[in-house]
């Protein structure tokens, strides 16, 4: 896409075209205060000011633009979107107040995955005038983050396997001063055996591993995230059907957003100490691949019985989660693309977060709410442990009722957080998100989306002192 640094620039007086807010209610204000060719030109396109429709308007030897917006005194993230997508290639400032949050919907709506198109459509960049200078930055960044998460998610498996996570992690490491451990073969069966486990069936070249980068002031908090970093899923020996398996690429959608979220961090300073742990398999199929009913070992020492191979992200989870809880953490956020329950629950756009403690969760809550990416929180049940019990080992790790499945993944990921070292349990919060658009809507092509990411963003970035 065009670099997003170009799309939302300080108003300095440049010539720009203007952009009328009109409402549904305010239309007929709005339109008598036209000449009679304009109100013929809005009649024409059928514009009546109802939210996300677009109107080019002649006025004298130029044209402004009309946008149908709800409320144009709050302005949420994508009330702008579609606007940037229609418009002409130029420069626009809004006839009245500021565009706000607007702008990151007006940036993101400029997005293009154009990787591997042989002959790419130049971009036709609409710039934005703001006089939120201070706000420019901060929204730009968000934007990059996206941005981001979407190109990961977007690309295929073949290019987007363990050892391409790992370069993204070391891109990361380099631009910010951080620190990056990798983890593979002998060494990582033994310190992380339940992602070599899962990653043991993949060719050569998409071998498991695990990413382990730091950053920031051992005097500062700790602050870890892991994401879920399965770069293609097929089912493993439970396969999946060519139906369930089309968008697995999607798979490393959570390690996804946690490079993007470390990426966020970093770039702000926060006064963290960082700990960003990505466990990246493929979950493939060959001679090696681990079966259902085989037993395996966890980093944390308990015994997992295996009663579905495509319940996989789970078990690398438990692993990273096991070593980031080593850190006695201050709070632990994960990312995984884990359960269809958690879709058929909520759908694509409101991302299951499941928290231990009440405060915490409130704070995300009300962080997503605030910036347009609210999760939905779900519980973390006493009562469905039992779900997870196994005849053989200290835990199965999928049921078979078929109750409350995105529940029961976050009750077993609950099991390899640990707790401080005063035996209270350690600040944790699960994201099990969907990673994917379904359906195109303006800012939101089709393709990798982040959600939970902003929510996350907001609620460490105010606990930290951002």
């Keep these: 896409m065009t670099d997003p640094t170009a799309l939302i620039q300080p108003d300095r007086g440049q010539d720009a075209i203007a952009i009328h807010l009109v409402t549904k209610d305010g239309f007929a204000d709005f339109a008598k205060g036209l000449a009679e060719p304009q109100r013929a030109s809005l009649a024409a396109q ?135 451990q990798v983890t593979r073969g002998d060494t990582l069966e033994q310190d992380f055996p339940m992602v070599h486990a899962v990653g043991r069936a993949a060719a050569r070249h998409h071998a498991p591993r695990m990413m382990h980068l730091t950053w920031g002031d051992p005097a500062h908090p700790v602050l870890a995230v892991v994401g879920k970093g399965v770069t293609f899923d097929s089912g493993g020996l439970d396969i999946k059907p060519s139906s369930g398996m089309r968008l697995m690429k999607k798979d490393m959608g959570g390690a996804a957003h946690a490079i993007a979220l470390a990426g966020l961090i970093m770039e702000a300073r926060l006064k963290v100490r960082l700990h960003l742990l990505l466990p990246a398999a493929e979950n493939a199929i060959s001679g090696p691949a681990f079966r259902p009913g085989d037993v395996l070992k966890s980093r944390k020492g308990l015994s997992v019985e295996i009663h579905n191979t495509d319940a996989e992200g789970r078990l690398l989870l438990g692993d990273a ?124 092509p089709r393709g990798g989306r982040a959600y939970g990411l902003r929510a996350s963003w907001h609620a460490i970035a105010k606990r930290y002192g951002a």
Excluded at 128 to 135: F, I, K, P, S, Y
Excluded at 377 to 389: D, I, M, S, T, V
Excluded at 413 to 429: A, C, H, Q, S
């Design 46 to 180: 059928k514009f009546e000011g109802g939210a996300g429709q677009v109107a080019i308007v002649p006025d004298g030897t130029g044209w402004f633009a009309a946008a149908g917006v709800a409320k144009p005194e709050a302005l949420g993230s994508w009330c702008l979107a579609k606007l940037a997508e229609e418009l002409p290639e130029g420069h626009y400032r809004l006839a009245k107040g500021e565009a706000g949050a607007a702008m990151f919907g007006w940036a993101l709506a400029q997005y293009r995955f154009t990787r591997y198109l042989s002959e790419p459509k130049p971009p036709a960049p609409r710039v934005l005038l703001t006089g939120q200078v201070g706000r420019i930055n901060p929204i730009l960044a968000e934007v990059a983050a996206e941005t981001l998460v979407r190109d990961l998610v977007n690309t295929p498996a073949e290019d987007m396997g363990p050892e391409a996570l790992e370069a993204e992690c070391a891109r990361l490491a380099k631009a910010h001063g951080g620190e990056l």
């Design 321 to 444: 989660l096991t070593r980031a809880s080593e850190e006695n953490p201050d709070l632990i956020v994960d990312f995984a693309t884990l359960t269809g329950a958690a879709r058929v629950a909520l759908g694509p756009d409101y991302p299951a977060m499941m928290a231990r403690i009440d405060a915490t969760a409130d704070a995300f809550l009300e962080a997503g709410k605030a910036h347009d990416d609210e999760p939905w929180r779900l519980p973390l049940p006493e009562a469905y442990r039992e779900y997870l019990a196994s005849d053989i080992a200290d835990i199965a790790n999928s049921h078979t009722n078929g109750f409350a499945g995105a529940s029961v993944a976050g009750l077993f990921l609950d099991r390899f957080v640990g707790n401080k070292d005063d035996g209270t349990p350690l600040d944790w919060v699960h994201f099990d998100t969907f990673a994917w658009q379904p359906a195109s809507k303006p800012g939101r």
